[in-house]
């Protein structure tokens, strides 16, 4: 079996070609609603996202949809789970297609827990992965690949198929198209990344997942706003996130909704790195980029201002998805987690990242010495001293019955700690 690149097909678009991939033969604009092949897209932990009818009743040989839990969408489990994949003649060569494109992605350990409830996961269905997964040479990283696959069963007439795969920053795209038919208007409609990404995005349904949230919100904003000329803060509100915006990208963060000049951010699990230490390393990172923001713009105003960025950090379990117009697409979390963490960066101060006690339990004990945390305590003669590796209930923290921390009530006996330090990889 060997893996084929249509480079021309992808970087140079004929403009015949480009018209053919928007439109039909009736003149309507082609959309996935319209590609009559099973396709399907993944995510980085190969997840199925989205998959079309097709691809969900006759290649996975499911009756109903998707399960709500992102984890019980493994795309190995589903190719392992019966249907036309798990019964045609190039079973075999459609697994090395997937794992040769998954071995850049997600470690070889991560084949064996293919089904929390252990039901794909008996006999030799695992060994066969692995197996597969050691023989296969790593797929070329390019825009897409293509291989030619028999879904006929054993002893039946063949019934060649190219599988595509095609490459996007909101995941993988593969599509079975039969041999020789159609290639010409897949391809173009892959090499359009708008109209594939804006027609899964409509149809994806929100999904249950475990993420943390990380929101950041920069101290006195009001106050500086009124000392700058409109102009000048905004220069410096887009020179602080244009200055996050790679850090927050190298951590693997989605950017989500917040009000104002503040921003909120998703880390979603990911194949070879712990979504939490993620966003711990992210914050981390944050602080010691405002610091230097903050040293550049002391010196160019000469003024007496403190730049801070504070960071309310949380975990949980929560519904991810999107809100949608015909023309934008915002991704959004339901539920108490990111409010918990928008709690958190009201309660930090002077630069502070502060975490819950549930997030840091999401650390394994070599994970969890990466981060030095702990409480500020009164000693004696009113000299602060930090009080490492322990937690506290923000009602022991602050006077709740002061009127300036009453919004605090809500997450009043919540344990939480601050941050102070997290280190990173050599």
């Known amino acids: 079996m060997t893996f084929k690149l ?38 980085s ?29 493994n795309l190995f489990g589903m190719l392992l789970n019966g249907g036309l994949i798990g019964r045609a003649d190039g079973h075999e060569d459609i697994l090395r ?7 850049n992605r997600i470690p070889r350990n991560s084949l064996t827990a293919l089904d929390p409830a252990g039901e794909r996961s008996a006999g030799g269905e695992v060994e066969e992965l692995t197996r597969l997964y050691d023989a296969v040479e790593p797929a070329r990283r390019q825009p897409i690949l293509h291989s030619e696959v028999n879904l006929a069963e054993p002893g039946e007439r063949d019934q060649w198929y190219t599988l595509y795969a095609s490459f996007f920053r909101e995941g993988i795209f593969f599509a079975f198209a039969p041999a020789g038919e159609g290639s010409e208007t897949l391809l173009a409609l892959l090499a359009r990344r708008d109209i594939v990404i804006r027609d899964v995005l409509k149809k994806r349904r929100p999904y249950l997942t475990p993420l943390a949230v990380l929101v950041a919100d920069i101290q006195d904003s009001m106050k500086i706003c ?15 996130w244009g200055t996050m915006e790679p850090v927050f ?36 990172e944050v602080k010691e980029t405002m610091r230097a923001i903050n040293r550049t713009w002391r010196k160019r105003k000469n003024w007496t201002n403190e730049l801070r960025c504070n960071v309310g950090l949380h975990e949980g379990e929560e519904w991810f998805g999107t809100y949608q117009t015909s023309t934008h697409v915002e991704f ?48 004696e003669y009113e000299a602060e001293i930090i009080v490492p590796s322990t937690y506290s209930r923000i009602s022991n923290l602050v006077d709740l019955e002061n009127p300036k921390y009453e919004k605090f009530q809500d997450i009043a006996a919540l344990p939480v700690t601050e941050i102070l ?6």
């Open 249 to 284: 990208r190298k951590y693997h963060a989605t950017h989500g909704k917040h009000a104002g000049d503040g921003m909120v951010y998703y880390f979603f699990p990911q194949p070879d790195s712990n979504y939490v230490v993620n966003a711990l390393r992210c914050a981390q």
């Open 421 to 426: 330090d997290v280190e990173f990889e050599d």
């Open 226 to 240: 009124a000392e700058l000329p409109p102009d000048e803060y905004f220069e410096l509100i887009n020179d602080i």
């Open 97 to 103: 297609f997937h794992l040769a494109i998954a071995k």
């Open 6 to 43: 249509d480079a021309s097909d992808v970087e140079f678009v004929h403009p015949q070609r480009q018209q053919a991939a928007e439109q039909t033969g009736d003149g309507l604009r082609l959309t996935l609603d319209q590609i009559e092949y099973p396709s399907y897209l993944v995510n």
């Open 332 to 379: 959004t979390v339901l539920g108490d987690t990111i409010n918990t963490a928008s709690r958190l960066s009201d309660f930090a101060r002077a630069g502070a990242v502060w975490a819950t006690k549930s997030m840091l339990g999401k650390l394994n004990s070599q994970e969890r010495e990466l981060a030095h945390f702990g409480v500020r305590r009164m000693g």
């Open 45 to 73: 932990n190969f997840e199925l996202e989205w998959a079309n009818k097709k691809a969900l009743t006759e290649l996975f040989g499911l009756t109903g949809d998707l399960s709500s839990n992102i984890h019980e969408r």
